[in-house]
């Protein structure tokens, strides 16, 4: 089969790989119909994640019809078509009974290496690095799902795939992030970055009952996304001060959550942001954290930062003065994304909502490297890129 593959940093080759196989009884082999190019999928991409192997297929939102059962999958049947969530997840450890599905403790078999860094490992992911499982990813004509009696969602006929792909990721992990955010009737709240995870954040807040949503990006097609189709109040932070404006909006309170929505690749100016972007670079640090600073600082007291966006390791300059002082509190996570799925499948269906909107640009999954350079450069005004195999 075809699959687009990881080489090096700003190095993909879509190549004819091996076909994935049934390994265990819990798997299915899914025919992919549709797979996404994920804001998360950059940092790969330009070599932030480690543990990746020359040859590693990538990919994390995607979605097709099942091929192939493991004889112990009972839910799932030949033909059948489903969306995929990205974290892997056996359904049955102490953590997934609690519903925390990304925690999973059964689906990442380099836990080791994780532990290592981050002190306890998170589930597996597909196509994330050996960090996270190694798994193959899909972007890709085939994938291999383990515990696929569990995670896929089947999907009945008469929804698009751009409707419901969402669901694999991006939708569940915008859901998550604002209702972290307890968000009350009048509230304000500020969203970073209105890439698809953060357009998606826009629509989520208003549909959990914000009053006000502010969002802040430079590039002028995504804050024209977000007033447009997000109906939110935008800010450009290359020609205001963020701080200032987000005080003079909320009469010198702040937000009351601010939501980062952006991670480790953020972008600034002035002396901060050469700072941030000299460590990186020297790795002195492995994120910048700009975003998530500002978001700190403008949140009102008692207020709630949400943090959607990929951190993978260190940074630096973390205010913690400011969220102890001022009672803030931080949530984040890989989203537990099998919980929201069905959840949100029906806001689908009720026409509460349409993610398909942040779709910008289809392509084969033979373009999947031109994809990725045009999303990482936000060329041709691209905000989504989706691949058919």
């Not at 807040?205 to 914000?210: D, E, I, N, V």
Request: glycine share 10%; with cysteine.
């Amino acid at each position: 089969m075809k699959a687009n593959c990881w080489y090096g940093k700003n190095d993909l080759r879509v190549e004819q790989v091996s076909d994935p196989e049934i390994l265990n009884p819990r798997d299915a082999i899914i025919k992919i119909t549709s797979t996404a190019i994920c804001g998360s999928d950059l940092h790969l991409y330009d070599g932030f994640i480690p543990a990746m192997e020359k040859g590693d297929i990538l990919g994390h939102e995607f979605m097709g019809e099942v091929v192939d059962v493991g004889h112990a999958v009972k839910n799932l049947k030949i033909g059948d078509r489903v969306v995929v969530p990205f974290p892997i997840s056996c359904g049955a450890c102490f953590f997934c009974r609690k519903h925390q599905y990304s925690l999973c403790e059964n689906s990442n078999p380099n836990a080791v290496m994780a532990e290592k860094l981050w002190g306890h490992s998170p589930a597996g992911i597909f196509g994330y690095s050996h960090l996270v499982g190694g798994y193959a990813g899909g972007q890709a004509e085939y994938a291999r799902v383990p515990f696929a009696d569990v995670g896929p969602l089947k999907i009945a006929n008469g929804f698009s795939d751009e409707q419901v792909l969402f669901l694999s990721d991006i939708f569940p992990t915008a859901y998550m992030a604002a209702e972290a955010c307890d968000i009350q009737a009048g509230d304000t709240v500020a969203v970073w970055g209105c890439g698809p995870v953060g357009q998606l954040t826009i629509k989520s807040a208003y549909l959990l009952g914000a009053e006000r949503v502010i969002a802040i990006d430079r590039v002028p097609e995504r804050l024209r996304m977000a007033r447009e189709q997000g109906g939110a109040h935008t800010l450009d932070y290359e020609e205001v001060d963020v701080y200032d404006a987000l005080m003079n909006m909320t009469g010198g309170r702040g937000p009351d959550a601010c939501i980062d929505a952006v991670g480790m690749e953020a972008h600034g100016h002035g002396i901060q942001y050469a700072y941030d972007h000299a460590k990186q670079a020297a790795m002195l640090e492995t994120d910048r954290p700009i975003v998530l600073r500002e978001a700190i600082m403008a949140c009102r007291n008692g207020g709630t930062v949400s943090v959607p966006g990929v951190y993978g390791g260190f940074v630096d300059k973390f205010p913690i003065g400011s969220v102890m002082n001022r009672s803030l509190t931080i949530k984040t996570g890989q989203t537990h994304v099998h919980r929201y799925m069905q959840p949100l499948l029906e806001k689908v269906r009720n026409g509460e909502i349409d993610p398909s909107f942040i779709v910008t640009h289809q392509m084969r999954l033979e373009d999947a490297p031109a994809g990725y350079e045009m999303f990482k450069h936000k060329n041709d005004e691209c905000i989504k890129v989706v691949l058919k195999p």
